[in-house]
């Protein structure tokens, strides 16, 4: 029996039409009253004298982080969690030391200061190179997110009954054995002062709404997602409940059933093209993470492993064909990382980091910038309140190039076209790569034709870029992010923002399997 026209299990069905007064974007009201209790403490500071302190810093954050999630139109999960504390930075001795409180008032943010400056002073004994304050210039400024319907206008039992129906709708088949449905909502309130002038406030919105379906005909299984984690944005609800929110789940119960019926994917060395959803992991993977500046200077050897890129490098390296331009841009307005200021109050700004395919600067905050001598970016951030900032990507963005959809596609006489990332695998020095995508067209004389399982393709770093031949215009564009980079000890799990065009590489070797 087909199970399509199961009823939602449900009380409430989701109703699209937006309520009359959820159309308020938040305000930056308690986020600068969190400022204003952080000034306090920084006066008590004042009066304690505090020894060997050149420079003081607190970072106020309180995040709330709401998940829902149903698998087969039932409930799986419903959870709401917040956080709420301040990092305290303290330079002494030409370092700096840090120390964590959750406890707000002016005793105890005094007491994470001595404590910070003593970790400060000891780590001067080992240092590998002294800083001053102006690696923390003042910054004033505020940032906020831009919110149409805001993170609380779609009530709980409302997106409950959401996810359900997104379910329901998907089990369009019998051979469909699994369907899942999760959202995510979070917001993060910053507040950043410090003994040389910074009072800077920032407000973040972000929502995460992503669907799959699992089929299976005989021994062949498959499964095909509604974006994977990449369909994460800053905003309110209107960045993932958009008009078309059907007809990318009608798009996934068909696409998951073709794949079950489809042949392999081949394999041979081919002409590739990949949709943004993909050339979001590949820009992540051997973009991002092999340009973070304390990686190449070895801080994450011990756990992340290296880089390829050596400090030399930076204005002289070919990364790729004078096609590729990337940019770290945190300003872009509905992408995952934008914020107005990294967590160590480093205004943010558009850069770039690859002009002409030549490697122009690192993700490297003020401190690695002075030990590597290379010119770096605003990408000091933590991922919470009690973890000390280190270097991340924040938006990475491959630029629009000038080829149309068609023109790409109509000029491969054969060759792949691949989307949505599946699985993933680099080495330590994030140059030679294995990516696998949840589904697959083959091009065939200019045009798209059947349908292939388990596409997988690979390459080495310098030389896929370099094989860059043509790169999508505007309206090939998307803009996708994932919530869970993973780096540094203790581990940090931040969110990262990626958009890119469709693109098309050459003499790629591509491959079929699970």
Not at 215 to 243: F, I, K, N, P, T
Not at 297 to 302: A, F, P, Q, Y
Not at 386 to 408: C, K, V, Y
Request: hydrophobic share 35%; charged share 25%; glycine share 8%.
């Amino acid at each position: 029996m087909n199970k399509g026209t199961m009823p939602v299990p449900m009380i409430a069905r989701y109703n699209t039409t937006p309520r009359a007064a959820l159309a308020k974007p938040t305000d930056l009201g308690d986020t600068q009253r969190m400022a204003a209790n952080l000034h306090s403490a920084l006066k008590q500071l004042k009066q304690l004298h505090l020894k060997d302190a050149d420079w003081v810093g607190f970072r106020e954050v309180r995040e709330t982080c709401t998940t829902r999630s149903m698998r087969d139109a039932k409930p799986e999960a419903n959870s709401t969690s917040t956080t709420h504390g301040v990092m305290v930075e303290v330079l002494a001795n030409g370092q700096f030391g840090y120390a964590a409180t959750p406890r707000l008032d002016d005793e105890s943010l005094a007491k994470a200061a001595e404590t910070a400056r003593d970790n400060a002073v000891q780590a001067s004994r080992w240092a590998v190179h002294p800083f001053t304050a102006a690696q923390r210039p003042p910054v004033r400024t505020n940032y906020q997110s831009p919110v149409v319907r805001g993170l609380t206008s779609i009530s709980p039992r409302e997106m409950n009954a959401l996810l359900a129906e997104i379910c329901v709708k998907l089990k369009r088949s019998d051979k469909i054995i699994r369907t899942e449905a999760t959202s995510m909502t979070i917001e993060t309130e910053t507040s950043f002062v410090s003994t040389n002038g910074s009072d800077a406030n920032q407000k973040v919105s972000l929502v995460i709404l992503d669907f799959d379906a699992t089929a299976q005909d005989g021994s062949v299984v498959q499964r095909r997602s509604g974006g994977g984690r990449g369909r994460a944005h800053q905003g309110g609800w209107e960045q993932v409940l958009a008009d078309d929110l059907w007809q990318r789940v009608d798009l996934v119960a068909d696409q998951v059933l073709e794949l079950v019926a489809a042949e392999e994917c081949p394999s041979e060395t081919t002409s590739l093209v990949l949709k943004p959803d993909q050339m979001m992991l590949q820009i992540h993977e051997s973009i991002g993470h092999p340009l973070e500046l304390d990686r190449i200077l070895g801080d994450e050897r011990n756990y992340a492993g290296w880089s390829f890129v050596k400090l030399e490098d930076f204005g002289r390296l070919q990364y790729g064909s004078r096609l590729m331009n990337v940019t770290f841009d945190p300003t872009v307005s509905n992408e995952m990382a934008s914020y107005g200021f990294d967590d160590t109050g480093v205004a943010a700004t558009r850069e770039f980091l690859i002009r002409d395919g030549v490697l122009q600067r690192g993700l490297g905050s003020l401190e690695s910038q002075l030990r590597s001598k290379v010119p770096g970016v605003a990408n000091a951030r933590a991922c919470s309140w009690n973890r000390a900032p280190i270097d991340r990507m924040a938006n990475i963005n491959l630029e629009p190039g000038t080829s149309s959809f068609n023109e790409i596609v109509s000029g491969v006489e054969r060759g792949v076209l691949m989307e949505t990332n599946r699985s993933w695998s680099i080495d330590d020095f994030r140059n030679k790569f294995q990516f696998g995508c949840e589904y697959a067209k083959l091009i065939e004389n200019g045009k798209i034709t059947r349908t292939v399982r388990n596409p997988n393709y690979r390459g080495i770093t310098v030389p896929f870029w370099s094989n860059l031949k043509k790169v999508g215009d505007a309206s090939t564009s998307g803009v996708y992010g994932t919530p869970n980079c993973g780096k540094g000890e203790p581990n940090q799990i931040i969110r990262v923002g990626h958009a890119s065009p469709v693109c098309l590489f050459e003499n790629i070797e591509v491959f079929g399997g699970a």
